[in-house]
T-cell receptor
Framework: DADVTQTPRNRITKTGKRIMLECSQT?????MYWYRQDPGLGLRLIYY???????NKGEISDGYSVSRQAQAKFSLSLESAIPNQTALYFCATSDGHQPQHFGDGTRLSIL | QQQVKQSPQSLIVQKGGISIINCAYE??????FPWYQQFPGKGPALLIAIRPDVSEKKEGRFTISFNKSAKQFSLHIMDSQPGDSATYFC????????????FGKGTHLIIQP
């Protein structure tokens, strides 16, 4: 089983819809991250969390929100999706000593 | 403002050759410089990382060269193999990665057999 599981793996939805992407981990790491990957742009940090009570904005947090429901779960929400949020989304974890470990991503298309 | 500039965007190397990917940064507070490898349909996976107190780090066929004064670092893949064909990202962080990573735009590497 994967250490970092992202669901769904693929999602197609319409403009204006609310969408939630979920991430769960079995690594026991305290720190979790959400990144967005666009072709030719690399990965950009959206939000990160050091524990359930700690949420921090990243480089591109506008239009997104997150929820850390438990140490092992970190969800990313798009309150009202727009087409330029079409991208590949990655969740990552870290214990602060080991490097960030990424899930296999959610491919999101917004029509 | 792009804080980590990566080049080239794409690279084709013959099997057995040396693949070289370069990155330059602007933020002198960066203290952690990892390289990630990504295959299609997969998340990035850490390949090798360096901190600015050393000028070179080698792990198998992969070497990071680091030039603090020039604010540049590079990945060298020796004896490149078709299985090395992937997208490579350099990254940097001022907090050892704790507050997240700033990534370069990536290099699509193709190793021709």
């Amino acid at each position: 089983d994967a250490d970092v599981t992202q669901t769904p793996r693929n999602r197609i939805t319409k403009t204006g819809k609310r969408i939630m992407l979920e991430c769960s981990q079995t690594k026991g790491h305290d720190r979790m991250y959400w990144y967005r990957q666009d072709p030719g742009l690399g990965l950009r940090l959206i939000y990160y969390s050091f524990d359930v009570k700690d949420i921090n904005k990243g480089e591109i947090s506008d239009g997104y929100s997150v929820s850390r429901q438990a140490q092992a779960k970190f969800s990313l929400s798009l309150e009202s999706a727009i087409p330029n949020q079409t991208a590949l989304y990655f969740c990552a974890t870290s214990d602060g000593h080991q490097p960030q470990h990424f899930g296999d991503g959610t491919r999101l298309s917004i029509l | 403002q792009q804080q980590v500039k990566q080049s080239p965007q794409s690279l084709i190397v013959q099997k057995g050759g040396i693949s070289i990917i370069n990155c330059a940064y602007e933020n002198t507070a960066f203290d952690y410089f990892p390289w990630y490898q990504q295959f299609p349909g997969k998340g990035p996976a850490l390949l090798i990382a360096i901190r600015p107190d050393v000028s070179e780090k080698k792990e198998g066929r992969f070497t990071i060269s680091f030039n603090k004064s020039a604010k540049q670092f590079s990945l060298h893949i020796m004896d490149s193999q078709p299985g090395d064909s992937a997208t490579y990202f350099c990254a940097a962080s001022p907090t050892g990665g704790a507050d997240g990573l700033t990534f370069g735009k990536g290099t699509h590497l193709i190793i021709q057999p």
